[in-house]
């Protein structure tokens, strides 16, 4: 469970105040840039009129957020609440075919969207992957995924392949890359699988099943084939005490996020403003900090709220779908930094997990690290931005093991027992505060340019140097100490869940 010595009750509140303090000082910084701002030429395009009885306009620099609670959104409700409506119908009337209405519903649902020749694209993806899943050779289900999957995202051939799927709506694009990606790699996870089953063949029904799901097919996120298909087939439906309460629950905490995202993009225009490189070079060492930590912040409520939307969705059909991820708040580690939880659980199966084993090793860490990212990198489709973003990120995953390795030898091991576990945590808490700025700044290039990721990096690391740099390095220890005092907390609570006896005492009879 690792260090579980709490901390003074006086120490956790002056960490508490001090990143309160910080937060509201460098938000204030942000809405000064924000308002003072919001008539520049260079945010024309982005900042758009909004609430007009309080006159401030509106920060609409993500399109994907737009798209998803604006321009699509009606779109995406009457599909989604027809799903739900059928999904119930058949569940009460023929739960032993409720994954085939699943799939029958969705399969209709991207026909009358996309059109036949997205469909057929999509089919022939499946014909290909499930034609190699029955010979039961990973590496050749591997091969053959990740080029079919290169076909979507290098040129010519993606060019070639959406060529072939014309459609009348902006969001033609969109959809054609989310649903081909998605649909590839759950065709590879269907193909592992079928390697791994030791009687026969899953049908290629199975697979149409698994993969025209419709909550999942477009956005994700990504469900093995082996936990789906053993959820969607189970037939006994029966519901967890108060689960339709945090059901409804969780729908509404998602409705008062979205209501809440709203109001920060007409006060403070974070996605916007590291685009203008001019204003972000007279801007102060607060906002930069404040800007590039909003930034990651939003990233996950984003994945957060629509992989949430999705999920309350599949929750609703008897399914337990891929959580939304960690909030980027709460890491320190690059082992836990992911916005696809879905993606995240493909890859540790298949590629991180079944090559690095254990992950003690340094070698068999390095090779399964390179492969992970290098499959990433495709997925992402290849550019110079994500080969920085995906080698940054694994040298960060790389370099947390060899610190742990060095750290656990003599002479650090023994001076570490001497001091006591309290004082270990907080020196353990300085290389995590470092740790955290490492993962905002691999991340925020992918998220903003390579450009703001860089001033920022220079203006924290150097030019800032000793006051703005020993000033957020504190800030961002006293939250690094609350997320490792709420870790120990839970970690406390979970070993007394788990040492309850089973049926008050009394053992279960073999």
Not at 38 to 52: D, I, L, Q, T
Not at 290 to 306: E, I, Q, T
Not at 332 to 350: M, P, S
Not at 404 to 418: D, G, H, M, N
Request: proline share 3%; aromatic share 16%; hydrophobic share 50%.
């Amino acid at each position: 469970m690792g260090i579980k010595a709490a901390l003074p009750r006086y120490e956790l509140y002056l960490y508490t105040a001090v990143l309160g303090v910080a937060l509201i000082w460098a938000g204030s910084w942000m809405f000064e840039a924000s308002s003072e701002n919001v008539n520049r030429k260079a945010f024309k395009e982005s900042v758009k009129p909004g609430w007009h009885y309080f006159g401030r306009k509106m920060d609409v620099a993500d399109f994907e957020w737009m798209m998803w609670f604006s321009t699509f959104r009606n779109h995406i409700l009457f599909a989604l609440t027809g799903h739900v409506i059928f999904a119930k119908i058949f569940t009460l009337i023929a739960p032993k075919h409720r994954s085939l209405i699943f799939g029958v519903y969705g399969g209709l649902a991207v026909l009358v969207t996309m059109g036949w020749t997205f469909m057929a694209l999509v089919l022939s993806h499946c014909i290909i992957l499930y034609s190699v899943a029955l010979v039961k050779r990973k590496w050749m289900c591997f091969a053959a995924g990740l080029t079919t999957l290169a076909s979507i995202k290098l040129e010519p051939y993606n060019s070639w392949q959406e060529s072939l799927v014309t459609g009348s709506f902006d969001l033609q694009d969109i959809l054609f890359y989310g649903g081909c990606g998605f649909s590839i790699m759950r065709c590879m996870s269907f193909a592992l699988e079928n390697c791994d089953k030791k009687d026969g063949n899953y049908t290629f029904c199975n697979l149409l099943k698994y993969n025209f799901y419709l909550p999942f097919f477009f956005f994700g996120p990504i469900m093995t084939f082996d936990r789906y298909h053993a959820q969607a087939n189970n037939t006994q439906l029966n519901r967890k005490e108060r689960e339709m309460w945090n059901i409804t629950t969780k729908a509404l905490l998602h409705l008062g996020v979205i209501l809440v995202v709203d109001v920060f993009f007409h006060y403070l225009y974070i996605l916007t403003i590291p685009s203008d490189m001019k204003l972000v070079t007279k801007l102060s060492d607060s906002c930069l900090a404040g800007l590039a930590y909003s930034n990651l912040v939003y990233d996950w409520v984003k994945a957060a709220v629509m992989f949430g939307v999705i999920n309350t969705v599949a929750t609703l059909d008897h399914l337990d779908p891929p959580q939304p991820p960690k909030c980027i708040t709460m890491l320190y580690v690059f082992a836990e930094t992911h916005f696809d939880r879905g993606i995240n659980d493909w890859l540790c199966k298949y590629v991180y997990d079944y090559i690095g084993g254990d992950h003690e090793k340094i070698f068999k860490e390095f090779l399964a690290t390179f492969c992970t990212f290098a499959i990433t990198t495709l997925w992402l489709g290849p550019c110079e931005l994500v080969y920085i973003w995906s080698f940054f990120n694994c040298f960060g995953l790389n370099f947390e093991l060899w610190v742990a390795k060095l750290f656990s030898l003599p002479p650090f091991s023994t001076i570490e027992r001497v001091m006591g576990e309290a004082m270990s945590r907080r020196i353990r808490g300085v290389f995590n505060a470092a740790n955290f700025w490492a993962i905002v700044l691999y991340n925020v290039l992918a998220l903003n340019n390579l450009e703001f990721a860089k001033l920022v990096g220079r203006r924290l690391i150097f030019k800032g140097f000793p006051l703005s740099s020993l000033s957020v390095l504190l800030v961002t220890y006293c939250g690094v100490q609350l997320v490792k005092e709420r870790e120990r907390k839970q970690a406390l609570l979970d070993d007394a869940e788990a040492a309850k006896p089973v049926n008050g005492g009394k053992e279960k009879a073999e």
